[in-house]
């Protein structure tokens, strides 16, 4: 008998055909996907299956003070027809979330501006005074100070009593800094207000990107975070227009206040939805929630995705951190790994033998934390660094010193806006299919170029002549492309990387270490701007030129590609590996024998087409090959049909590794019945079955063996087929069924040797 594991039981293909006529079974297993269309399935069983239960994963206890805090409630979520419109849904939430955090970023674009603010705070005039300019730049930096506390408040919270949880409560905090900036009457006032709105901010921004990849899937984690970035600059974007506007009012006291107070119907829209919306899945099965969790995944997967091979997995790596969660979950030890004692065999100083020798270093499965800090963090600063806090929060007093009167100036800089919004658009179809490194590295390029030119013209724009207007305008469309560049390279990036990199345990908080980066590197940045400014005027941007070539390096040598991995098996390149160095931890990882160890290059969901080809090891090359003749992995990526060619290749090659090892008589009854399965009998084998499987875009033929090493991808195919034929693409007579349940249409002998039947369609 076959369990869901994919492992075979000790009984027989014959106790399997009792078991089955005994518990009057006579239809395939399906994907659980919906609660609104698995109940409809004539052919869904829920006995069939096996599931993953509470008591199979070892749970972290869930804070007691969760209890009594507002959160997620599986009574209170919604329901919606489809995967698909869920998925919407959650990306408007968390796109709502991020545009309030764009909104109160560009706020103070205009604000700054405001002779009626300034005089209030006691910062007027700013040009040529060092106190005010120090002052006004204070005022925008202790904003980014609030959001580093709140970040790391907000990361412990969520994985203490759920992301849900930690974002209602960062909203909360937001609110009442909100109040507080729309009222400011002096500037210690102010500053108060900003560091509270800084810290519910950052305990939304460390939060949310994390809540919303956790639920959406793996494939689609890049789009799903650009879309909810394309609003956070359509929220900035949105404050800007709105002071533009309000600057007409005579009222200059309204001009500013308004803009600010405006932030506070944001936050409540996100305060009263967020509570109808699912918890994550992990954090949930995390806390022994389990039946939840699945609930979660049947709502935000396809009706026709078998959702118990995710729930398993994410339970299976909850268990294999759960150790580690308890020494390693801290802040601290997640920077400053603990000392221990290790045993190294050595050998004798008189050349006899070896010895036992106890060693101190630092915790491994802390090493690999710090890194993954260091890597989210650094990214972070590096975002600032390419110059665009310089660009969005000083774009006016830039385009003024390309030569603009300031109304024209704050008019540019809000079409620079609206371009810079549609631009991050691209980073929807390119980020997940281009990989996250090249779209850094090539943003990172166009943008030094951009500045370089930017640089020199803006020289010649500040000096009076014939062709100042025409060097200024040059500087603006500059700035405008590098802000568009910006927007589909490197702004999404960053935010995405700390919610791939850390295993489930701490992935909360290595959400809010990236917004301690993102904290340290906008307040440095819009700190020292104003006198970057006034000191050396075009030289800002030749600045920024250097700076982007800079972190070019990094990018290449220091960051793995994720894209298209699942989560779970990122946190294999961590442990497999100990090198800062990409390339060099790759080979650690082909060395440990991991199969997905290109991690320089995009991942399509298998064996990278012709990647080992060249390496030298026999076993690579017959992979390569096995992957040639299949038509590529690219070409059926991480689909059922892509998971069965893979089990092909796989199952293939351990076939000949018992080939080779065989003896001559056992070589001759493996030509002729096949290798034995687990219970010693004959089954078929893929080996013989690779020659029907080639396929080229244009068509589709498949004769698939199910093994007892696949149930669940039996009933998949068995799935797509049927899905298939409705489509008109294919035809075909039989079903895959498990356990011998129907072969050809005939019904399966006691004694058949084949525990699960071999299906072959044709095209129509």
């Excluded at 699945?294 to 759960?322: F, G, W, Y």
């Excluded at 298998?606 to 096995?626: F, I, T, W």
């Amino acid at each position: 008998m076959v369990d869901p594991a994919g492992t075979a039981s000790p009984t027989s293909p014959k106790e399997d055909l009792q078991h089955i006529e005994e518990s009057g079974v006579s239809k395939p297993t399906t994907f659980v996907g919906s609660d609104h269309d698995i109940n409809k399935r004539d052919d869904y069983d829920p006995k069939d299956k096996e599931l993953v239960k509470d008591s199979d994963v070892l749970p972290v206890p869930q804070w007691w003070l969760a209890k009594y805090l507002p959160g997620y409630s599986p009574k209170r979520m919604l329901e919606f027809k489809s995967a698909k419109t869920y998925y919407w849904a959650i990306n408007l939430l968390a796109g709502l979330a991020i545009l309030f955090y764009g909104y109160d970023q560009g706020v103070m674009s205009l604000v700054n501006l405001n002779e009626d603010y300034l005089t209030k705070m006691g910062i007027y005039p700013t040009v040529g005074n060092q106190r005010n300019t120090a002052a006004l730049g204070g005022i925008v930096a202790v904003y980014y100070g609030g959001s580093l506390i709140g970040a790391l408040f907000g990361g412990e919270l969520a994985d203490r009593a759920g992301r849900i949880t930690a974002i209602m409560l960062g909203v909360m905090v937001s609110i009442i800094g909100a109040v507080f900036q729309s009222s400011a009457q002096n500037i210690t006032w102010m500053c108060c207000a900003r560091v509270v709105t800084g810290l519910g901010v950052g305990a939304i921004d460390a939060v949310i990107p994390v809540w919303s990849s956790e639920v959406s899937s793996h494939q689609a984690r890049g789009s799903f975070l650009a879309i909810e970035f394309f609003l956070n600059i359509a929220g900035l974007s949105l404050a800007y227009w709105i002071e533009i506007f309000a600057d007409f009012n005579a009222n200059k006291v309204m001009a500013w206040r308004t803009p600010l107070a405006l932030q506070i119907v944001f936050l409540l829209t996100i305060l009263i939805l967020i509570p109808f919306f699912p918890e994550s899945p992990r954090w949930l099965a995390k806390v022994g929630r389990v039946n939840e969790a699945r609930k979660v995944l049947r709502a935000t997967r396809a009706a026709d995705i078998d959702i118990e091979p995710e729930l398993r997995s994410i339970v299976k790596n909850i268990n294999a951190d759960r150790e580690a969660e308890m020494e390693n979950n801290s802040y601290w030890r997640m920077i400053w790994p603990k000392m221990v004692e290790i045993e190294v065999e050595v050998d004798r100083e008189d050349g006899k033998g070896t010895r036992i020798e106890v060693r101190r270093q630092r915790d491994k499965g802390q090493r690999e934390l710090r890194k993954r800090v260091v890597l989210s963090v650094w990214l972070q600063i590096m975002q600032e660094l390419t110059g665009i806090g310089v660009v969005t929060v000083y774009a006016v007093d830039l385009m003024q010193g390309a030569g603009f009167p300031q109304q024209e100036a704050k008019l540019l800089a809000g079409f620079n806006d609206i371009s810079y919004m549609f631009c991050v658009l691209f980073a929807v179809f390119t980020l997940d299919r281009c990989g996250r490194r090249s779209t850094m590295v090539w943003g990172a390029l166009v943008m030094a170029l951009l500045l370089l030119l930017g640089g020199i013209l803006d020289k010649y724009a500040q000096q009076p002549g014939p062709h100042q207007k025409q060097f200024g305008s040059a500087v603006i469309a500059l700035v405008f492309l590098y802000t568009g560049t910006f927007g589909a390279t490197w702004l999404v990036t960053p935010w995405l990387y700390p919610t791939e990199l850390f295993p489930t345990f701490v992935r909360a908080k290595g959400g809010a270490w990236s917004v301690v980066g993102w904290s340290i590197g906008n307040g440095v940045v819009t700190m020292i701007t104003p006198f970057l400014v006034q000191a050396i005027g075009y030289g800002v941007l030749l600045l920024l030129f250097g700076l982007n070539i800079f972190v070019i390096p990094f990018i290449i040598f220091m960051y793995p590609e994720t894209s298209g991995r699942p989560l779970e098996q990122i946190d294999d390149y961590f442990s497999n590996s100990d090198s800062w160095n990409v390339f060099t931890a790759s080979k650690q990882i082909k060395d440990s024998g991991v199969s997905d160890w290109r991690w320089t290059r995009k991942y399509h969901g298998g064996y990278e087409h012709g990647s080992s080809s060249d390496s030298g090891n026999p076993e690579d090359e017959e992979k390569a090959r096995a992957v040639e003749k299949l038509g590529g992995t690219h070409q059926h990526g991480n689909g059922i049909l892509g998971q069965l060619r893979r089990a092909f290749i796989d199952h293939h090659l351990q076939e000949r590794k018992q080939y080779d090892r065989a003896s001559k008589y056992d070589q001759d009854i493996i030509k002729e019945h096949g290798t034995p399965n687990a219970d010693g009998k004959q089954a078929l084998t893929f080996g013989n079955l690779l020659s029907k499987t080639h396929c080229k875009d244009s068509e589709l033929r498949y004769a698939a063996l199910a093994t007892s090493l696949m149930p669940c991808l039996a009933d998949a195919l068995n799935m797509t087929l049927r899905k298939a034929k409705k489509k008109g693409i294919v035809s075909f007579d039989g079903e895959i069924l498990m356990q011998g349940r129907k072969v050809s249409g005939r019904t399966p002998e006691a004694d058949d040797d084949i525990p699960i039947v071999l299906l072959s369609e044709e095209i129509k």
